[in-house]
């Protein structure tokens, strides 16, 4: 297979459902290539999957987010570009310190017991679901709940309004993807930008006058007293970035990690009460099956990286997920293991714009397994599970399974 073909099969159904056999072969051509003729709407001239030259990227503050022309006109993009994720410094550097000095030590403390409530309460709802060998969806009654209550604790939304939440998010998500820039979707990510832009305003108004100990409460408290430079506009802007980068990605950490884990049950029956397992166990589901695949960056200058040539303001597709399985630094990299060493995965990206989450997903995942196997030791995947369409965003979305529970 050249690279082409290699992308071509990547982006195929038959890709996105398993990538890993195209990123082998994109292994075997290099850490980087030119892509000779691009994906319809593509905007990329070079693919990287090498650890180190995506670490490099992503390490240097020069290599920048690119915008697209027109901007101006989407509201999904006006929004995406006044957000931390989105835009480089001095901008960047302004909104992140704002959130990051939210994301406190303490108050990841005090999320703990929060987690810990949310999960015992998930775990009671599925035993009874599940209870007398009735099938329950993984992803319905636990992947999703966990994360989307978790954090709607933590930033201060309504948990009644999470489905309606989740379908915007899904309208921004499909927009994000590869090939995900078609006019039907910008215009369903334009109505959900629009119609999150207005529900954040009024949970502002509303925590204006009557103050939590949520996230928003406490930044809108900042920016009125005036000790913060961020406008009412961008704080909306990277709420709905914050909540859209911590959602689904969390979801598929769980449920890509269950079969994976299903597979080996030594490692969960060992991991009650192994808090070290079940901190290797989260990094290795992270890398093996990393939620988010791709990155991409553009270049300051003409550079040539491994031998290939790009040119200044090339954007280059960077395959984090690819990376996480580079042979070159993860001796035997398909096989599970989470007692190994080596360099940390690219699942949360790395540079000035690393995942200013981890810590949270890191906490959930760390609290959550070791409760779900001592609850369920006979938890098991009853059907075959597909992937969602998407390379930016890959996760399972429906996972049947019995807890194995008497009733
Ligand atoms: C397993 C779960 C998660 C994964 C795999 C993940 C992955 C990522 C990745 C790859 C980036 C880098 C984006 C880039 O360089 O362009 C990122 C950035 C970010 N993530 Fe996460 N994330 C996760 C959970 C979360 C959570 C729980 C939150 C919020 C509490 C969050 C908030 C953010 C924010 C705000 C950024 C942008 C940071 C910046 O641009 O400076 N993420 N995440």
């Known amino acids: 297979m050249d690279v082409s073909e290699i992308l071509t099969g990547l982006y195929s159904e038959q890709g996105r459902q398993n990538p890993y056999p195209f990123y082998t072969a994109l292994h075997a051509h290099g850490p980087i290539n030119a892509i000779p003729t691009r994906a319809e709407h593509s905007t990329v001239t070079a693919v990287a999957g090498g650890y180190d030259v995506v670490d490099r990227i992503l390490r240097d503050p020069l290599w920048y987010k690119g915008f697209p022309p027109g901007w101006e006109e989407q509201e999904i993009l006006r929004t995406f570009l006044t957000s931390m994720m989105f835009v480089n410094p001095p901008d960047h550097?302004?909104?992140?310190?704002?959130?990051?000095?939210?994301?406190?030590?303490?108050?990841?403390?005090?999320?703990?017991?929060?987690?810990?409530?949310?999960?015992?309460?998930?775990?009671?709802?599925m035993a009874e679901a599940g209870a007398d060998g009735t099938e329950v969806d993984f992803v319905a009654d636990f992947a999703y709940p966990v994360p989307a209550l978790v954090m709607a604790e933590f930033i201060g939304l309504p948990a009644a309004d999470l489905a309606w939440y989740r379908q915007r998010v899904d309208w921004i998500d499909e927009y994000m993807d590869v090939a995900g820039k078609t006019p039907e979707r910008l215009a369903r990510a334009n109505q959900a930008a629009e119609e999150l832009r207005s529900f954040y305003r009024d949970l502002i108004a509303h925590r204006r006058r009557a103050p939590g100990a949520d996230l928003i409460s406490g930044l809108v408290e900042v920016l009125d007293a005036g000790e913060v430079e961020l406008t009412e506009d961008e704080l909306i802007s990277n709420l709905i970035v914050l909540f859209n980068a911590s959602f689904v990605t969390t979801v598929y950490m769980f449920s890509n990690g269950l079969p994976l884990l299903l597979a080996h049950p030594e490692v969960t029956a060992a991991l009650p009460g192994d808090d070290a397992l079940?901190?290797?166990?989260?990094?290795?589901?992270?890398?093996?099956?990393?939620?988010?695949?791709?990155?991409?960056?553009?270049?300051?200058?003409?550079?040539?990286?491994?031998?290939?040539?790009?040119?200044?303001?090339?954007?280059?597709?960077?395959l984090i997920a690819a990376a996480n399985r580079d042979p070159a630094r993860f001796p035997d990299p398909d096989r599970f293991d989470p007692h190994r060493d080596g360099p940390p995965s690219l699942a949360f990206g790395v540079g000035l714009h690393f995942c200013l989450g981890s810590a949270v997903s890191k906490l959930e995942g760390r609290l959550a397994l070791p409760r779900l196997f001592a609850r369920f030791p006979r938890l098991a995947v009853t059907q075959?599970?597909?992937?969602?369409?998407?390379?930016?965003l890959r996760g399972i979305d429906k996972l049947f399974v019995t807890t194995g529970e008497a009733g």
Do not use: K, Q, W
């Open 93 to 125: 550097t302004r909104m992140r310190a704002v959130f990051a000095s939210t994301f406190t030590p303490r108050r990841l403390g005090a999320l703990e017991p929060v987690v810990v409530r949310i999960v015992e309460e998930r775990l009671a709802a």
């Open 384 to 392: 075959p599970h597909t992937y969602s369409g998407s390379l930016f």
């Open 278 to 318: 079940a901190r290797g166990c989260v990094d290795e589901v992270l890398r093996m099956e990393s939620p988010v695949h791709f990155l991409a960056r553009s270049a300051p200058a003409a550079a040539e990286l491994d031998g290939v040539p790009v040119e200044r303001d090339d954007n280059v597709l960077l």
